[in-house]
């Protein structure tokens, strides 16, 4: 009887006091997961309301439940969950909620659309390099072959300006598919974190910086690209076309080279498409202007010739090479525990690069003209600029313009564990809640939270209730006190296995926060930088 009071009352609430508004109201966010045998079903409460359930099973609950709702079940006692919601002013219509999938999730968010935010992200950084490799000096030179290609095809000018960037376009994405499937999306993902291949794409990067510097030319066989290019002007139709993209592809691999290369590691961490989604924009972006050069090949008579702004540019892209060539070397610096490459040195290296750049452009200044003089100028005062702003990084200063890129700053207010096991003991003893940063030395979204949210002081005064566990998963050190599986794992490993197996999920950073015994008290966070979203998280 008592039930059924409930529903007509519910009922009449949810029809009398839901004002009409154009956006639903949905203050009850239900999520599953899959542990063992059992599923954890949790209902996060927003602040202000309070969740009555309606109809599940046989179960009975407490007339109202606030903040949190958290139940684990054997698969077979699933069952739907009827409830709604009410604040001070209004109630929601009885809704019916039921677990079918074990979907990852997010604060506030579908892991979907946190995906596609990703895929976004490296589509953009793909379009940036591609747009950079257009005035790097393996790519400028080719424009001259392709306007006299194209120009004894000047009667399907359009048609054959079409397919010549279709062809790029298809040469590019099918090489991040060809990766893709050969190495598979885990691998790629360990790949962009194994500190064996950070320090090769460390060393590589270094080896074009001092090539662009001029010590030394780095070229493919001339052979290649002559025998293409040979073959393309002899062949006809569309097989000729996408010899010369070949040809293009060849001809500008030394320049390209690392751009790609760096696309490919920071695609590997998000999902299987990125890899090719990166390789898109970049052919998009290169293609653009050969396809142009292609249908108008009168153009290349107003393109600026190679001279001393090639050179200039050449310098100028040596110097960013040395500072990105850091991040690759950082991470292995950091996996392995060889203290080589402290914070403090990275950003006064990076002082060096952004602060020698300007040097440069400002050295011969007097000897160009006025139009390269303003554009020097352009570049001179960015450059000096943010090397004035790291400067106060050396003392401590967080610098978050750096945080995607530089080693970790230490941040203070909170105890830290890097030991699941100790930490959790602890968190029984002393009867805190815990919350788990599951994240890793080459995980640039990481050092971006750590910035921009740990070290927000609200943050940090709220941390203080909890025993916070960073657990790194990519840390290559040796396992000891851990309870490794097998001899010689490592402790990313073994943390590794932690999120996978108790959490179900291998994507970092990911945030846990769990009750004094190690149940789950909220639904785990993904990345963000707003530290109030974060606050909102935290049930202490």
């Given at each position: 009887?008592?039930r059924f009071?409930?529903?007509i009352?519910?009922?009449?609430c949810s029809?009398?006091?839901?004002?009409?508004?154009?956006?639903?109201?949905q203050p009850?966010?239900?999520s599953?997961?899959?542990?063992?045998?059992?599923v954890?079903?949790?209902?996060?409460i927003?602040?202000g309301?309070?969740?009555?359930?309606?109809?599940f099973?046989?179960?009975?609950?407490?007339?109202?439940?606030?903040?949190?709702?958290?139940?684990?079940?054997?698969k077979?006692e699933?069952?739907?969950?009827?409830?709604?919601?009410?604040?001070?002013?209004?109630c929601?219509?009885p809704?019916?909620?039921?677990?079918?999938?074990?979907?990852?999730p997010t604060q506030g968010k579908?892991?979907?659309n946190?995906?596609?935010?990703?895929?976004?992200?490296i589509f953009?950084l793909?379009?940036?390099g591609?747009?950079?490799?257009?005035?790097?000096p393996?790519?400028?030179?080719i424009?001259p072959?392709?306007?006299s290609?194209?120009?004894?095809?000047?009667?399907?000018g359009?048609q054959n300006?079409?397919l010549?960037?279709?062809?790029?376009v298809?040469?590019?994405v099918?090489?991040?598919?060809l990766?893709?499937?050969?190495f598979?999306?885990?691998?790629?993902?360990a790949l962009?974190?194994?500190a064996?291949?950070?320090?090769?794409?460390?060393?590589l990067?270094?080896?074009?910086?001092l090539?662009?510097f001029?010590?030394?030319?780095?070229?493919?066989?001339?052979s290649w690209?002559?025998?293409?290019?040979?073959?393309?002007?002899?062949?006809?139709?569309?097989?000729?076309i996408?010899l010369?993209?070949?040809?293009?592809?060849?001809?500008?691999?030394?320049?390209?080279?690392p751009i790609?290369?760096?696309?490919l590691?920071?695609?590997?961490?998000?999902?299987?498409?990125?890899?090719?989604i990166?390789?898109?924009?970049?052919?998009?972006?290169?293609?653009?202007?050969?396809?142009?050069?292609?249908m108008?090949?009168?153009w290349?008579?107003?393109?600026?010739?190679?001279g001393?702004w090639?050179?200039?540019f050449k310098v100028v892209?040596?110097?960013?090479?040395l500072a990105l060539?850091?991040?690759?070397?950082?991470?292995?610096?950091?996996?392995?525990?060889?203290?080589?490459?402290?914070?403090?040195?990275?950003?006064?290296i990076?002082i060096?690069c952004?602060?020698?750049?300007?040097?440069?452009l400002?050295?011969?200044?007097?000897s160009v003209?006025?139009?390269?003089?303003?554009i020097?100028?352009?570049?001179?005062i960015p450059?000096?600029a943010f090397?004035?702003?790291?400067v106060?990084g050396?003392?401590?200063?967080?610098?978050?313009?750096?945080?995607a890129?530089?080693?970790p700053m230490?941040?203070?207010?909170?105890e830290v564990?890097?030991n699941?096991?100790?930490?959790?003991?602890?968190?029984?003893?002393?009867g805190?809640?815990?919350i788990?940063?599951?994240?890793?030395y080459?995980?640039?979204?990481?050092?971006k939270?750590?910035?921009?949210?740990?070290?927000?002081?609200?943050?940090?005064?709220?941390?203080?209730n909890?025993?916070f566990?960073e657990?790194?998963?990519?840390?290559?050190?040796?396992?000891?006190?851990q309870?490794?599986?097998?001899?010689?794992?490592?402790?990313?490993?073994?943390n590794s296995?932690i999120?996978?197996e108790?959490f179900?999920?291998?994507?970092q950073?990911y945030y846990?926060?769990?009750d004094a015994?190690g149940?789950?008290?909220?639904?785990?966070?993904?990345?963000?930088t707003?530290?109030m979203?974060?606050?909102?998280?935290?049930k202490?």
């Amino acid at each position: 009887m008592k039930r059924f009071l409930n529903i007509i009352v519910l009922t009449l609430c949810s029809l009398l006091l839901v004002p009409a508004k154009a956006e639903l109201v949905q203050p009850v966010k239900w999520s599953g997961e899959v542990i063992g045998d059992s599923v954890r079903l949790t209902a996060v409460i927003e602040q202000g309301w309070h969740m009555t359930i309606i109809d599940f099973g046989e179960r009975e609950f407490d007339d109202e439940i606030h903040d949190l709702f958290t139940i684990t079940l054997a698969k077979d006692e699933l069952t739907p969950i009827r409830f709604n919601a009410c604040n001070d002013v209004m109630c929601t219509a009885p809704e019916t909620w039921e677990y079918e999938t074990s979907p990852q999730p997010t604060q506030g968010k579908e892991s979907g659309n946190n995906d596609s935010q990703s895929l976004l992200v490296i589509f953009l950084l793909g379009l940036l390099g591609g747009l950079l490799a257009i005035f790097t000096p393996c790519v400028w030179p080719i424009i001259p072959m392709t306007v006299s290609f194209f120009l004894k095809r000047s009667d399907k000018g359009l048609q054959n300006a079409i397919l010549y960037g279709l062809s790029i376009v298809i040469i590019y994405v099918g090489l991040g598919l060809l990766i893709t499937v050969v190495f598979g999306a885990s691998a790629l993902n360990a790949l962009s974190t194994n500190a064996i291949v950070n320090l090769l794409f460390f060393a590589l990067l270094v080896v074009f910086a001092l090539s662009f510097f001029g010590l030394f030319e780095i070229t493919l066989p001339a052979s290649w690209s002559t025998a293409l290019d040979s073959k393309a002007r002899s062949t006809g139709g569309f097989l000729s076309i996408l010899l010369m993209a070949f040809t293009l592809v060849i001809v500008s691999f030394s320049c390209t080279g690392p751009i790609i290369g760096t696309l490919l590691v920071e695609a590997a961490g998000h999902s299987l498409l990125a890899p090719a989604i990166g390789m898109l924009g970049f052919a998009i972006a290169l293609a653009l202007p050969f396809s142009l050069f292609a249908m108008f090949p009168q153009w290349i008579k107003s393109a600026p010739r190679s001279g001393d702004w090639m050179t200039s540019f050449k310098v100028v892209l040596a110097f960013l090479e040395l500072a990105l060539s850091l991040k690759f070397f950082s991470v292995a610096d950091m996996a392995y525990g060889w203290g080589l490459l402290p914070r403090w040195l990275f950003i006064a290296i990076w002082i060096i690069c952004f602060a020698g750049i300007g040097v440069y452009l400002l050295w011969n200044i007097r000897s160009v003209n006025v139009t390269r003089k303003i554009i020097r100028i352009i570049v001179i005062i960015p450059s000096f600029a943010f090397a004035a702003y790291l400067v106060p990084g050396l003392w401590g200063a967080p610098v978050k313009a750096v945080s995607a890129f530089a080693p970790p700053m230490a941040i203070e207010g909170r105890e830290v564990f890097n030991n699941y096991d100790e930490g959790m003991a602890y968190a029984r003893q002393t009867g805190k809640p815990v919350i788990i940063d599951f994240t890793g030395y080459g995980c640039v979204n990481c050092r971006k939270m750590e910035a921009f949210v740990l070290d927000n002081d609200s943050v940090k005064a709220r941390l203080k209730n909890y025993v916070f566990i960073e657990l790194f998963v990519d840390d290559k050190k040796i396992a000891n006190g851990q309870q490794p599986k097998a001899k010689g794992e490592s402790i990313g490993d073994v943390n590794s296995r932690i999120q996978r197996e108790q959490f179900g999920s291998n994507a970092q950073p990911y945030y846990v926060q769990l009750d004094a015994q190690g149940n789950m008290i909220a639904t785990p966070m993904v990345f963000t930088t707003d530290p109030m979203e974060f606050i909102h998280w935290m049930k202490y």
